[in-house]
Nanobody
Framework: QVQLVESGGGLVQPGGSLRLSCAAS????????MAWYRQAPGKQREWVAI???????NYADSVKGRFTISRDNAKNTAYLQMSNLKPEDTAVYYC???????WGQGTQVTVSS
């Protein structure tokens, strides 16, 4: 079964940290660039970060220096380490396998005091 399952979301105070995970099954994980997107209430989904199958990374300007994307091909899992979180980071976060265009169901991140 082809699927991506995100986990690790939750409620965190401003300035806090969270690590999101994206576990893949049914795809050739190592052949896919993996990306994270987010969608805040009333807004369009936006791209957050991407890691190529070779490990090169790129980030949206809004998260650069605060978020780190990584992957573990042995575990078929991608990660998004989020630090110094701000209220404007509140959104549902989705991971995506870009070659195969597979999307997860999303995990909620809420940054609030």
């Amino acid at each position: 079964q082809v699927q991506l399952v995100e986990s690790g979301g939750g409620l965190v105070q401003p300035g806090g940290s969270l690590r999101l995970s994206c576990a893949a099954s049914g795809i050739i994980f190592s052949a896919n660039a993996m990306a994270w997107y987010r969608q805040a209430p009333g807004k369009q989904r936006e791209w957050v970060a991407i890691i190529a199958n070779g490990g090169a990374t790129n980030y949206a300007d809004s998260v650069k220096g605060r978020f780190t994307i990584s992957r573990d091909n042995a575990k078929n899992t991608a990660y998004l380490q989020m630090s110094n979180l701000k209220p404007e980071d509140t959104a549902v976060y989705y991971c995506s396998a870009r070659r195969d265009n597979v999307w997860g169901q999303g995990t909620q991140v809420t940054v609030s005091s």
